[in-house]
């Protein structure tokens, strides 16, 4: 018994060995959650409060499962193979895989994935002849979930208009087909089993009585229906042992519901809130910088983490000029960190945006740095991208068959199998590629195949275009963009391809610049062969391999429950993160304050943070402000890789009415007088305003937005300044 308590802190070994009633430990990051939950099942096993198979516990991922049963088969001397110990989908697949005729399922029900899941639907829609364009599979797929996840059957979903009860019909017929092959998706296995035990009286009294302990890990990320389930098996008077932070509560967009956590302390009258607050993975400035985040988000249930371990480096901050900057300097400092002796595979690169990724994984292709995209493909892999790609090579080479084979019906134009297979037939006999094969296609098939030809046809008389213009209009005019648009989760998708048009200027810029004779200097040159070439090399190249010292990319979310040593986070700019829909949202803006904790609490040793003041979007210069997390970390523990705006020595210049409102850090830094924020009137360019400032007197360098002018450095003795 001794040794299962030992290494537990104060309130660990509070948690582990409470009484037999309902509590809610609130784990902070790195706080030993997992050495609790395990800890507290053997214990109540070692103190025979409970037999192994009286035991549920609940975690979100298969991983957490694994590690779980794996440090417990080393605490117990029992098999624990019959415990119940695993994820919400699958606990109820095993609930429903025992009492399946009481499920109304066949014995061996099938299990739909998420491409799975979207066949079945578009299988749907063909069968019913109802238009994909108007109701997209991958949409329709989310639609479905989301009510499965509220608990909702198609009669109790509401729909007030034409549309909407078309889709409410669309989910009843998916349901009729789901239950006519025997086959069950994602979703539909917890609200099947909520319906089981719920409908099933002496069923459910059975689990009531046998479950007396339910264990749940990462509580804050349940939705409405998971913490229903929970109360409904804990309705016979088991004791709920919760463990989670409302802190790190970042899947609102999968349904995560963080009021559960106070809705359970109230409906359960939880007397015991336990706080783990000590952490063991990070140093004290970054757990500082941490708190002091996370506390401008009201209505917390807070904790405050701290640490033994001292308060190590501090936070670095890094500004720059642009997001192709920003990452060159990552790079360089990546290099510095592997000669000081760091592994590249503790050094992480997090990104609110996938999108992000295209610019940092450009400097590392740069440089021979291999790296790894954790949880997600690298940007010239992505669907999208490949899908846009596809036309720019078929408007630089129409017989390329396999460009023409992924786009041909993507978007979706009606050309079916059938077509395609007569194509095929027609190029091999004539010997020639599948577009000059078009013609000898007839019927309706051999139209639609004509106009996809068409459609080429228009793509190529813009080729005479600059190349991010011909990449944007590729992109409007293939129908790419009205494709994603019309999708729940197509923002993402959207935000990649304009980061392509991004992709093409930068390459314009970096391999189409020409010299004093007028010749192009890069390697490639900047047509549209140039490029193609250019996306094919970089998506081949310096792709990590399992096991090799490879550093590490990834979005924010992706990031959750992982940690290095080292972290950048990239891309600290107001409508990038925080991201701008969150500015209008309810809640939004808590969430994106979350999602930086967790960012923050990956770090183990040094954490970077660095924002640019100009970035790519669209093709087009956008002009950022500093993201207000970084208001919120204490200047105390910040240490600048660069000159704050306004630390010269200089006198304040005169400056005329600032346009409309001033900017929300307009305060100057360091005594200057120089503002971020602040407007002055220049002789040629006009009314402006200083985004950046830096040195003194006759070396003062002012940083000016002059809107439709662009951004300038101008190189202005503070009389100069004054004058004009």
């Known amino acids: 018994m001794n040794s299962l308590l030992d290494h537990l802190n104060a309130p660990q070994l509070a948690a582990v060995t409470l009484p037999p009633v309902h509590a809610l430990i609130l784990a902070g990051a790195g706080s030993g959650k997992t050495r609790v939950l395990t800890t507290r099942i053997a214990w109540l096993i070692s103190n025979r409060q409970v037999a192994p198979p009286g035991v549920l516990a609940v975690t979100f991922t298969n991983k957490a499962a694994r590690e779980m049963q794996t440090r417990l088969a080393g605490m117990l001397p029992?098999?624990?193979?019959?415990?119940?110990?695993?994820?919400?989908?699958?606990?109820?697949?095993?609930?429903?895989?025992?009492?399946?005729?009481?499920?109304?399922?066949?014995?061996?029900?099938?299990?739909?994935?998420?491409?799975?899941?979207?066949?079945?639907?578009?299988?749907?829609?063909?069968s019913l002849n109802v238009d994909d364009e108007k109701f997209p599979p991958r949409e329709l797929c989310h639609f479905i979930n989301a009510q499965k996840e509220q608990g909702l059957r198609p009669a109790a979903v509401e729909a007030w208009d034409d549309w909407a009860r078309k889709r409410v019909g669309l989910y009843e017929a998916y349901e009729a087909q789901c239950q006519r092959e025997g086959v069950v998706d994602f979703a539909e296995l917890l609200l099947r089993s909520y319906e089981l035990l719920e409908h099933n009286e002496p069923l459910c009294r059975h689990y009531q009585e046998r479950f007396r302990h339910i264990l749940v890990d990462e509580f804050q990320d349940t939705n409405k229906l998971q913490y229903k389930w929970l109360k409904l098996l804990a309705g016979g008077g088991a004791n709920l042992f919760c463990v989670g932070d409302d802190d790190q509560s970042i899947y609102a967009f999968r349904g995560a519901d963080v009021g559960n956590m106070a809705d359970f302390e109230r409906e359960f009258h939880v007397a015991n809130l336990i706080r783990l607050e000590q952490n063991y993975r990070s140093h004290g400035n970054i757990l500082d910088a941490a708190n002091a985040i996370i506390r401008n988000n009201p209505s917390r249930l807070g904790k405050n983490l701290w640490t033994e371990a001292g308060s190590g480096e501090p936070v670095r901050i890094y500004e720059s000029c642009s997001d192709g900057d920003e990452a060159r300097w990552i790079v360089e400092e990546v290099k510095a960190l592997q000669r000081d002796g760091h592994a590249r595979a503790e050094i992480a690169l997090l990104y609110r945006s996938n999108a992000q990724s295209r610019a940092l994984e450009h400097a590392l292709f740069n440089a021979g740095l291999p790296y790894r995209v954790y949880g997600g493909l690298r940007f010239f892999e992505r669907a999208e991208i490949k899908h846009a790609l596809a036309y720019l090579r078929l408007i630089a080479n129409t017989d390329d068959d396999t460009a023409f084979a992924r786009v041909v019906n993507f978007p979706a134009r009606g050309i079916g199998a059938r077509s395609l297979e007569n194509l095929q037939d027609a190029a091999k006999a004539a010997n020639s590629s599948l577009h000059a094969a078009i013609p000898q296609v007839a019927g309706a098939?051999?139209?639609?195949?004509?106009?996809?030809?068409?459609?080429?046809?228009?793509?190529?008389?813009?080729?005479?275009?600059?190349?991010?213009?011909?990449?944007?209009?590729?992109?409007?005019?293939?129908?790419?963009?009205?494709?994603?648009?019309?999708?729940?989760?197509?923002?993402?998708?959207?935000?990649?391809?304009?980061?392509?048009?991004?992709a093409a200027a930068s390459f314009v810029a970096e391999e189409g610049t020409p010299n004093q004779d007028g010749e192009i200097t890069g390697e490639f040159g900047n047509d549209l062969s140039s490029f193609l070439a250019h996306a094919s090399l970089e998506a081949g190249e310096h792709q990590a391999g399992e096991g090799d010292d490879a550093l590490q990319l990834m979005t924010v979310h992706s990031a959750k429950g992982l940690e290095f040593n080292v972290v950048f986070i990239s891309g600290l700019e107001d409508g990038l993160f925080p991201h701008e829909n969150s500015l209008t949202e309810d809640k939004g803006l808590e969430e994106e304050r979350r999602l930086m904790y967790v960012a923050v609490t990956r770090a183990r040793q040094r954490l970077y943070l660095s924002f640019a003041q100009t970035r790519m979007l669209h093709g087009q210069t956008r002009y950022n402000l500093p993201s207000r997390f970084l208001d919120e970390v204490p200047e105390e523990l910040v240490k600048w890789l660069t000159p704050r705006a306004g630390r010269g020595g200089f006198a304040v210049p005169s400056a005329p009415t600032s346009f409309g409102s001033t900017p929300r850090r307009s305060e100057s830094s360091g005594g200057s007088g120089f503002r971020i924020g602040q407007s002055v009137m220049h002789p040629k360019f006009?009314?402006?305003?200083?985004?950046?400032?830096?040195?003194?007197?006759?070396?003062?360098?002012?940083?000016?937005?002059f809107g439709v002018a662009g951004m300038k450095w101008l190189a202005l003795a503070v009389a100069k300044l004054e004058a004009a």
């Open 78 to 126: 029992i098999n624990i193979r019959g415990m119940w110990i695993g994820t919400f989908h699958g606990l109820c697949n095993r609930l429903l895989r025992a009492h399946h005729r009481d499920a109304g399922l066949p014995q061996l029900f099938q299990i739909l994935d998420s491409a799975d899941q979207q066949s079945a639907v578009k299988r749907l829609l063909k």
């Open 686 to 705: 006009g009314l402006g305003v200083i985004v950046n400032a830096e040195g003194g007197g006759t070396d003062a360098r002012v940083q000016v937005n």
């Open 445 to 502: 098939g051999g139209a639609r195949l004509a106009a996809f030809a068409q459609l080429i046809v228009t793509l190529r008389d813009a080729a005479q275009l600059p190349l991010p213009e011909l990449v944007d209009h590729v992109v409007e005019l293939s129908g790419l963009r009205s494709h994603y648009q019309n999708e729940k989760e197509g923002q993402e998708r959207l935000a990649n391809l304009d980061e392509l048009i991004n």
